[in-house]
């Protein structure tokens, strides 16, 4: 009797034990198939497809970031080039045209716009779940970015870009001095810090007319607000990793992906400076001004008055900083093209002014040379992705049949791959801006291998403002130190796998040597 009990209380039968290992082994069966399921799209389609694991498709770093992923991306980029002018791959299960000929690059981007003028972020966005980004062109689609991007782009022209520059050199002077009083702790400096201190306390002021006092001890909470969006978004990591498992996933499925302190905090900002402005009546040719302007005359709401004054902070907090880092530290290694820039600015600049003149900045050819080597060793966005909308026909030159494309594939371009390039750039990982002189800028542009600001139509809406800031604070800090490395700051120019957008692995850690007078 005790042991038949003892049998009745131990758990399952062993009946039961084998359903239960049944169900196991089917439901594993039935997650591999799913996973695995899309594999194959671009084989029927007569396009060769390198093999994809289930769950981590082609670029396995992306879900076991061992390495960035943009490596797993350079590597398919590097192997197949030769051979062919695409291949097929999948982000997670998403299928994706890899295109690795520039010439169709170049197409995708600029001749054949009309047909790929969607970019892939759409899919990923519920603009009435985010009204804080339903304004931003770069998540737009169709007639609705066409519409939103000729509204912002008169934001930007030359004359309130030239007026922002005085609040600039200002906020250089700014930057310096906080240079100067923190150099005497003995510390070395954050590059990727210092660069988002000066991009918080320009972008605040000259679009929102705010201090953010990023130079003082009782700054704004900008940087912890942006690191919560960009660095450690649960939100926006979900809403990627949905969009790769589920590629036709519905609008109304989609998470939120702004965190609602970041929508709080910059919302609040944003609508105590038109409040301010509105009560002051102030009539100044600034950002905030013409903001308000283009309200009245476009009969915005508030909440996208605020979409588009936010805009700014999406497109150029972390990637101006980030790049202002990564030049610092590209200089630092490289004391020769620093000494060859510092003598640029020092003819430039008038003797009793940080930085030269507004006009006489963006025409300093070395200064533009070594920001655009930067951006080609270290790219803003190393990868782009867009949406077919009509159909079109690649012509590859590795390829004796034309690719027909149909609206709803979307096709990927490696943009770090082709910036490390040794066919286009002789040792890709060293630092040389002379690649960029003397028309080289534009001959990389023509062959399609350089895209360090995007091309076409859809670039970068706010590349001159962006150019103007970013070359404020390099010309201010080399001109008045000599930029060194700390030992800190780990060799190479290995990315960190942890960090979406591209940044130096292990951090930029700097040390800064004031100038002799």
């Known amino acids: 009797m005790e042991s038949v009990a003892t049998q009745r209380s131990s758990g399952l039968s062993p009946g039961m034990l084998h359903a239960l290992l049944l169900a196991l082994i089917a439901l594993f069966l039935a997650l591999l198939v799913f996973l695995a399921w899309n594999f194959g799209h671009w084989r029927r ?56 000929e520039p010439k169709l690059i170049n197409e995708v981007f600029v001749s054949a716009f009309r047909c790929f003028e969607n970019n892939d972020a759409s899919r990923m966005v519920d603009t009435r779940k985010d009204p804080f980004i339903a304004c931003n062109p770069f998540v737009l689609d169709g007639d609705e970015w066409r519409q939103q991007r000729g509204i912002f782009s008169p934001l930007l022209t030359s004359g309130r870009i030239r007026n922002a520059y005085s609040n600039m050199q200002r906020i250089c002077g700014q930057l310096c001095d906080y240079i100067d009083e923190q150099s005497r702790s003995g510390q070395p400096f954050d590059g990727s810090d210092l660069g988002l201190r000066f991009t918080s306390e320009n972008l605040l002021d000259c679009v929102l007319g705010i201090e953010a006092r990023s130079f003082t001890d009782s700054r704004l909470p900008v940087a912890q607000h942006n690191k919560e969006m960009s660095e450690e978004n649960y939100r926006l990591a979900l809403s990627g990793a949905l969009n790769g498992l589920f590629p036709r996933l519905p609008r109304c499925l989609r998470p939120k992906i702004v965190p ?89 600049t008038p003797k009793d002014q940080l930085l030269p003149h507004f006009e006489l900045l963006s025409e300093l050819p070395y200064l533009s040379a070594c920001l655009n080597e930067t951006l080609r060793i270290y790219p803003a966005g190393g990868w782009a992705s867009k949406t077919c909308t009509e159909p079109y026909t690649f012509h590859g030159s590795h390829h004796r049949s034309p690719l027909q494309m149909l609206p709803g594939d979307n096709v990927m371009i490696p943009i770090y791959g082709l910036h490390h390039d040794p066919n286009y750039y002789p040792e890709p990982q060293q630092f040389r801006p002379e690649r960029f002189l003397n028309g080289g800028l534009k001959r990389f542009q023509q062959l399609g291998v350089f895209l360090g600001f995007g091309n076409g139509p859809r670039q970068c809406v706010g590349i001159r403002l962006g150019l103007t800031q970013t070359k404020a604070a390099l010309a201010a800090i080399v001109k008045r130190y000599e930029v060194l ?33």
Request: glycine share 6%; aromatic share 12%.
């Open 45 to 100: 389609r007569g396009v060769w497809e390198p093999y994809a694991l289930p769950l981590l498709g082609s670029f396995p770093n992306m879900v076991w970031p061992r390495r960035h992923f943009l490596n797993d991306m350079r590597d398919l980029y590097m192997q197949y080039r030769s051979t062919h002018s695409y291949v097929g791959a999948y982000l997670l299960r998403a299928p994706k045209l890899l295109l690795l």
């Open 260 to 348: 609602p302190s970041y929508e709080r905090f910059f919302g609040d900002l944003v609508r105590q400076s038109f409040h301010l402005r509105r009560c002051r009546r102030q009539e100044r040719n600034d950002f905030i001004n013409h903001l308000l302007d283009m309200q009245r005359q476009h009969q915005l709401t508030e909440e996208q008055l605020t979409s588009h004054a936010m805009t700014f902070m999406f497109d150029g907090l972390d990637t101006t900083s980030s790049t202002i880092a990564h030049c610092l530290l590209l200089l630092g290694r490289y004391p020769e093209c620093q000494q060859q820039l510092w003598l640029e600015l020092d003819k430039a």
């Open 485 to 517: 490395v700390n030992v800190r700051t780990l060799d190479g120019i290995e990315l960190d796998p942890y960090i979406f957008v591209g940044a130096h692995k292990g951090g930029i850690w700097l040390d800064f040597k004031a100038r002799s007078v």
